[in-house]
């Protein structure tokens, strides 16, 4: 009984750790821009025009997933404004139902790994502390690692990067000089759980 448990807790563990190098393996490396069907701009559409997070990323605030824009938000720009473009013809391809538009994902967690942006942007993590200053991205990179290790150091110690709620979406923030002291009353304002369960299994692994 206890044996063929712990062989089975032992299998299940290495099927994960090498589906876990597996997942690690396929993702674009840091600092390397991922290659589009359009190749989309943040530092365009963001940097340039000013457009906030949440106007694509319409779920960032409210679900696990932060939302990819439909057809009908992008045409509602370029309906108008660079209409004819040939970088665009897909997406007016696909608005006119005359294909699909798939996006290569950047930032892909393997399925063992649960994540969600919600709890994170309303428990005061900013978007750039994961993703950078997409607005100085021509094409959009991966900044952070994501291995479970990058992860657990900021649920060990979350008050290293704690904003005030006005601030999420300020993809220039920098911690100020005395983050750790105001780090320290967010977590408490926003009721951030105790360390040890930020890092149980079961937190991130459902």
Known sequence: GLKICALAVLIVGV???????????????????VEQVI??????????????????HATVETQAFAGIPPLSTCMS????????????????????????????RVHDLPDFVYFDHSIHINKGVGCSSCHGPVDRMPLTQRVASLRMQWCLDCHRAPERVLRPREEIFDLHW?????QLERGRA????????PTELLTACSTCHR
């Open 15 to 33: 099927a994960a750790v090498l589906a876990w190098r597996t997942a690690i393996a396929v993702r674009p490396a840091m600092g390397s821009a």
């Open 39 to 56: 190749p989309f701009s943040h530092q365009h559409h963001v940097g340039d025009d000013g457009i906030d997070c949440r106007f694509c």
């Open 77 to 104: 720009c370029h309906s108008q404004i660079f209409s004819d473009a040939p970088l665009l013809a897909p997406l007016r391809a696909a608005f006119a139902g005359r294909g699909t538009l798939r996006w290569a």
């Open 174 to 178: 920098q911690p100020p000089a005395n």
């Open 186 to 193: 967010l977590r408490a304002q926003y009721h951030l759980q």
